[in-house]
């Protein structure tokens, strides 16, 4: 059998990587077309990005909020309002009667909104009742909402005093440090403006105030309050010029999500899918080529933009609700596809991702446009229609005729750039797009499927021997291969990919890269202490060289990563690691308030204890939201195959949340209901007319 022989490895530029080592120059070569990017993603270089763990962050993209548990707006780190990637507002210090209130209460309402609390004690002698409470209600959209509330037995007049200023920095400006000072403010209409070259942002106040002082950037009012009184000021800012309005938000009525529910006897399934759902449809993105399409953007704060891998993963694993997201997302992409003569024809572009010390940085390009032909076959089985599939087809074909001209007449998929290496991670996607898009190929009788079949057997030969490391515990998936045949032995969670085959027709998952006796030990060692933290899966086992808690990609729990474990262990037969994997996100994501982060560390689960944030995590993130749904949709196993008009149930047996429905799913385009017994027996409740259960 061939194996890899280049005879040395390449020096990989670590340029310009983002809080999780994401650089935004694409790894496809001169001549890219880079994807477009509706709001910037945030560049790091070398500078430690503000600490994000602890902010409430909202989120209705284009626009963010981002604060800190006191309310007020200072300017310091990453506070203030954003949209479309640029800080519109920086500061907004609320004072009465001269003073701050006391901040008491912080709490997320919905992802696009956060109300914060305050109290304000008036009394000459100094009781210990406050006299006023002031709630704000903070939206994701540039509003801002102050309410004053008297609980004093007598009248109050209170005068009060918003302090604004703005920077109109980058986001990514923000981040490293390089957001400089405050811009002069005019007074404009009821309310105040900055201007710089790149545009203009304008704060309006109603009611408008009694005065404006446009040097401090100051509005007051004068506001009486009876006892039991309130009084309100609602501040809007928004961006102009330079294309600050070009970006349009998607409405939750034009969601392509589908409004799912959960119940369960475990009450933390409801709260994770709906959740889940709305931080996806917060992170929803228009295409400003298309605007019809959507997707999703990376996550908050870091990157409110296209990032082509993940939007594809999170669109994958949100197909239980619908297809509408996945095919918006597959257009997007389809356009930023290099086309014409040479080696990366086909290629679709995406910045290259650090994987830690023992290897170059991936090329996320790569792994997108070996996810592409899998969503849009997947997308087919769970109903995406065939003028739709028909019309992403050769976009589908280009991908897969990249594949094989990438691989040419060896056995691996490499890095793009000479020399390797060999992953793991790659020859999985590699094996599973040759296999679903044979399958669609065939389909629709295009060319090609039996040369893609018979090369993912020869690599699943050759895997099976070239990348298993027998050890005394039984072997272990090699990480890579690198030139000359030497393999890296460190076992990470990169080795769920190997458990995500994918689905084919009539409810069959794919065949993978590992046999039968490989996949169940690999199934022992993500069960075993080393790599389940008792919150979810490790990115690398705590017993591997370089192993940090807090590496994103060496140590930490990606609950991406985590997820498709579960749901690749579940369908190989394993339901008590599964069990134990999903039980442990489950806790976790009740600790974050069923809003997960991307990621957080590897620490031990202890009793009474919780996990430990991750201070630059993304939250919420795509993936991570979109993996709330996967997780669930596994306990009930739907295997849909819509052009065959069949739905096949595989739950997981062992009821591990015991019972659980799931009502408002779509299946073959209309509503699908499912309910999972505590004894494991599946039931369809809704489902579309003519829709068969399969064997």
């Known amino acids: 059998m061939p194996s890899p022989t280049p005879s040395s490895m390449p020096s990989v530029p670590n340029s310009d990587p983002s809080p999780f080592g994401r650089s935004a120059q694409p790894s496809i070569g001169r001549g890219a077309v880079p994807a477009p990017q509706p709001a910037p993603v945030v560049q790091r270089g070398t500078v430690t990005p503000p600490p994000a763990h602890a902010a409430l962050i909202c989120v209705a993209l284009p626009g963010l909020a981002i604060s800190t548990q006191q309310g007020q707006l200072t300017g310091h780190g990453l506070e203030g309002f954003y949209r479309s990637g640029r800080r519109v507002l920086s500061r907004c210090r609320l004072r009465v009667a001269g003073r701050e209130p006391l901040a008491v209460q912080a709490w997320m309402v919905a992802p696009d909104q956060a109300r914060f609390v305050a109290v304000l004690s008036l009394s000459a002698d100094g009781g210990p009742d406050p006299d006023v409470l002031v709630e704000r209600m903070r939206y994701a959209d540039g509003t801002e909402r102050i309410t004053l509330r008297s609980a004093a037995g007598r009248p109050l007049r209170l005068p009060v005093e918003v302090a604004l200023g703005t920077d109109l920095a980058e986001l990514g400006a923000v981040a490293a440090g390089r957001a400089g000072p405050d811009l002069p403010a005019s007074v404009h209409d009821s309310g105040m403006r900055w201007s710089c070259a790149t545009g203009h942002s304008v704060v309006t106040a ?6 404006a002082l446009a040097s401090a950037g100051l509005l007051r009012w004068e506001f009486e309050l009876p006892p039991g009184g309130t009084r309100s000021v609602e501040l809007k800012v928004r961006r102009a010029g330079a294309g600050g309005g070009a970006i349009r938000a998607v409405v939750r009525g034009a969601s392509p999500l589908a409004p799912a529910r959960a119940a369960s006897d475990d009450p933390r399934v409801a709260t994770l899918l709906r959740t889940s759902i709305e931080d996806l449809q917060a992170l929803l993105l228009r295409d400003p080529a298309q605007p019809s399409d959507t997707h999703l953007a990376g996550g908050a704060p870091w990157r409110c933009g ?67 032909p899998v969503v849009l076959a997947e997308a087919r089985r769970w109903g995406l229609s065939e003028p739709e599939t028909e019309e992403l087809l050769p976009a589908a074909e280009r991908c897969l005729q990249w594949l094989r001209s990438a691989v040419g007449d060896g056995t691996y998929l490499g890095d793009p750039h000479p020399g390797g290496p060999w992953r793991c991670e790659t020859q999985a996607h590699a094996h599973r797009a040759a296999l679903l898009g044979a399958d669609i190929l065939d389909a629709y009788d295009r060319g090609g499927g039996v040369e893609l079949r018979q090369w993912a057997e020869k690599m699943r030969t050759a895997f099976r021997e070239d990348f298993w490391i027998e050890d005394r515990g039984g072997g272990r998936p090699a990480a890579a291969r690198l030139p000359g045949g030497r393999l890296v032995p460190h076992l990470g969670s990169g080795g769920a990919h190997l458990l995500d085959t994918g689905l084919l027709g009539a409810g069959t998952p794919a065949p993978g890269l590992l046999d039968m006796v490989q996949t169940e030990q690999l199934a022992r060692l993500f069960g075993g202490p080393a790599m389940d933290s008792g919150w979810g899966l490790r990115s690398l086992g705590v017993k591997e060289t370089g192993y940090n808690p807090f590496g994103h990609r060496s140590g930490a729990v990606r609950v991406h990563e985590t997820a498709l474990a579960v749901a690749g262990l579940a369908a190989a037969g394993h339901e008590k690691e599964a069990g134990s994997l999903l039980l442990g996100v489950l806790a976790a994501a009740e600790t974050f308030g069923h809003r997960l982060p991307e990621m957080y560390a590897g620490e031990q689960r202890t009793e009474g204890g919780s996990p430990v944030p991750h201070p630059t995590a993304c939250r919420p993130a795509a993936t991570a939201a979109a993996a709330g749904v996967l997780l669930l949709a596994t306990l009930t196993g739907i295997r849909p195959d819509a052009p065959a008009r069949t739905v096949t149930l595989r739950p997981v047996r062992g009821a591990p949340l015991g019972e659980i429905g799931l009502t408002g799913l779509r299946v073959a385009g209309a509503p699908f209901s499912v309910r999972v017994s505590r004894l494991g027996l599946a039931m369809v409740e809704e489902a579309a007319d003519g829709l068969q259960l399969g064997a």
């Open 306 to 372: 296209l990032a082509p891998a993940e939007a594809l993963a999170a669109a994958r694993m949100t197909l239980p609700l619908g297809t509408r997201l996945a095919a918006g997302t597959l257009r997007t992409l389809a356009r930023t596809q290099l086309v014409g003569a040479g080696p990366r024809s086909g290629l679709i572009p995406g910045p290259r991702r650090q994987v830690g010390a023992r290897l170059p940085p991936s090329c996320t390009g790569q792994e997108a446009t070996l996810l592409f």
């Open 206 to 211: 109603d009611p408008p105030p009694s005065d």
